[in-house]
């Protein structure tokens, strides 16, 4: 479970992200970033997306735990670079072929989308 300080629980913050955010799709995920200037120290939220075309109840909430669990990964490890001194809200919209990747494949998938979508947010 991500910490509450990190995670998008507003539906106003989920339409904000998908409205004005940067997106970047790949086969299995869709990554929309909103960076917002802030004075603070770099800060992150994070929502999910999984709608019944996942899959039944189980396989969604076990797609969720996946890719809550890889988010975090991916940021804690520093492999992705959170630009300074911005906000940065993340939605991941998991797609049909989520639940049937290997664990390996889903964090690829979800680091490129991310990548790309915050090389647009930047832009």
Do not use: Y
Not at 77 to 86: A, I, K, M, T, V
Request: charged share 25%; proline share 4%.
């Amino acid at each position: 479970m991500l910490p509450r300080e990190h995670r998008l629980t507003r539906p106003q913050d989920f339409s904000a992200v998908m409205r004005r955010g940067s997106r970047a799709g790949t086969s299995s995920v869709v990554v929309s970033v909103l960076l917002t200037p802030t004075q603070q120290i770099s800060a992150w939220r994070c929502g999910f997306i999984v709608s019944k075309v996942v899959g039944n109840a189980v396989i969604r909430h076990r797609t969720v735990r996946r890719l809550r669990h890889l988010v975090a990964e991916l940021i804690s490890s520093g492999e992705l670079e959170l630009p300074q001194r911005h906000s940065v809200d993340l939605v991941v919209r998991a797609l049909a072929e989520a639940p049937q990747l290997e664990h390996q494949d889903l964090k690829a998938d979800l680091t490129s989308g991310t990548r790309r979508a915050l090389k647009k947010a930047v832009q």
